[in-house]
């Protein structure tokens, strides 16, 4: 691909002046998941719907997050279960490598070698939106400006809603030096066709440790550098003490508890480190993953009553702006906060559908948990899957989460080593995975599960079924995995529970 700061982010087509109309039923602001999820359920009910977007149609996902990024680490996934099993590995007459040129080709084409015209604009306009290209800003109910990379404006008009769907954007830490050496973001991470000798990873989230384990599979020296006291620090120290033990058994230096106090880019293009240890650290590129703010800035939510202090947007369940009088505004995925992954903007999409076509009926939605008009479960079970080597697959409550909240004293834990014949099977060279489920000590309900180790990620939605249905153990002791799967690893937190 093309250098990033070559590709065109601001097509010509979809101007200002290719709208049929200035009034719409329901006006879109970022063409993401939730908005075009929710084009076709409102589509269907009758209304019209316009989504503006200022960059590539389809926004982060497709081009620059989930898509790209997964695509990035599945030839190394692949390529170490063909090294895993007996009678396949054979084949092989020499250690193979992760061919980073073919991957990076394999990205391309996955992201239409970022031309949003191939699949996506298609999608919005089969959905039946009309698509404008441009800036959306609020300016009054229901009224939303318009602005054009070119200058020109105009302000269109909603008769139900306004959906705010923009995003967000990287945060890059106060660090002198940081900003002025240009670091990559994972935007940057994802679309790159070079692979730099020496990377420095800032941040030891998801992003972080799904891109040190992308860039080492293709050769690169690699330093995670995390503030914490172990890497994935949103989930339980387990989960995150097994992919730190994987990383490092691939050749990744990892810092834990560090601070960076100082970046220069030199003349050579390199970049320097400066740690509060007072040590330093060299490398070719410097990746920054240290998390992301809703980009809400500059849309007009000051004139609503509403800060564009970074924060997210405080919505009721319905994901309508509370403060904002009519329930016409609504705030989805990332500018809300309550669900910030790519199937929570699905999720989002729908419900603020179903909220949208109940409200032109006049219908009163009064917030009743799990009915299809609130997002339930923003609250109790997100599902959220790390692609690393081992996979981390969790949804609901952690220990972590249980701990920080100081309700210790009504749940308890079913912890357990994961080992089955599945994965012996899959895998000559499987290591033992971990698990933990968090369970209601007054109901025996499941409210959380987490699961460490290859192929986990399958059995997520089992776990998140049983999360949103309210599944005892007991319940769950008489849903039987088929043998041998994956699935097994249900069997050893069972047993663990003595049931």
Known sequence: MPPYNTIN??????????????????????SGWAGRT????????????????????????????????????????????????????????????????????????????????????PMVQAAGAQLVRGTGKLVGEKRVEVSSIDGDS???VARQAVVLGTGSEPIIP???????????????????????????????????????????SFGSKTTLISSTAEILPRLDDEAGRLVRQSLEAEGVDILLSSQV???????????????????????????????????????????LGIQEDGAPIPVDESLCAKAVKGGWLYATGDMNGRNTTTHGS?????????????????????????????????????????????????????????????????????????????SRIKNDRAQDGWGQLVIDLGTNRILGATFVGDDVSEVLHSATVAVVGGMTLE?????????????????????????
């Not at 002046?17 to 602001?29: E, H, Q, Y």
């Not at 997050?65 to 009678?87: I, Y």
């Not at 004293?409 to 089955?420: E, H, I, W």
């Not at 799967?485 to 529970?497: M, N, R």
């Open 154 to 156: 105009k302000v269109l």
């Open 346 to 422: 699905k999720y989002h999409g729908r419900i603020v559908g179903n909220a949208i076509i109940a409200r032109a009926h006049g219908l009163k939605l009064d917030g009743v948990p799990f009915d299809k008009y609130s997002a339930t479960a923003d609250q109790n079970a997100v599902p959220q899957v790390v692609f690393t080597t081992p996979t981390v697959a969790s949804v609901g409550q952690t220990r972590k989460a249980v701990l920080k909240a100081g309700s210790l004293d009504r749940v308890r834990f079913m912890t357990a080593t994961l080992n089955s014949i599945a």
């Open 475 to 499: 319940r769950m002791a008489h849903a039987v995995p088929s043998f041998p799967t994956v699935s097994e690893i249900w069997l050893t937190l069972l047993d663990a529970a003595d049931l």
């Open 38 to 121: 929710l084009t076709p359920r409102v589509v269907k009910a009758g209304m019209s719907v316009v989504i503006i977007e200022s960059e590539l149609v389809g926004g982060d996902c497709p081009f620059w997050a989930c898509v790209p990024s997964k695509v990035l680490l599945e030839s190394r996934t692949a390529l170490d279960a063909s090294l895993a099993v007996g009678g396949a590995r054979e084949n092989f007459k020499q250690d193979p490598k992760v061919d980073a040129k073919a991957t990076f080709a394999r990205r391309d084409a996955f992201t239409a070698n970022w031309d949003d015209g191939k699949v996506l604009v």
């Open 261 to 303: 106090t100082g970046v220069v880019r030199r003349a050579n293009s390199s970049v320097k480190l400066s740690l509060a240890s007072g040590k330093s650290l060299e490398a070719d590129e410097l990746l920054v993953a240290t998390g992301r703010r809703p980009r809400i800035v500059g849309i007009g939510l000051k004139e």
């Open 174 to 216: 106060d660090i002198p030096g940081l900003a002025e050496a240009k670091p990559w973001t994972p935007r940057q991470a994802t679309s790159s066709s070079t692979v730099p000798e020496r990377l420095v990873i800032l941040g030891a989230g998801a992003v972080g440790c799904e891109m040190a384990t992308a860039y080492s």
């Open 9 to 30: 982010v601001h097509p010509p087509h979809h101007s200002l002046s290719d709208l049929t109309t200035d009034t719409f039923d329901v006006i879109v602001i970022g």
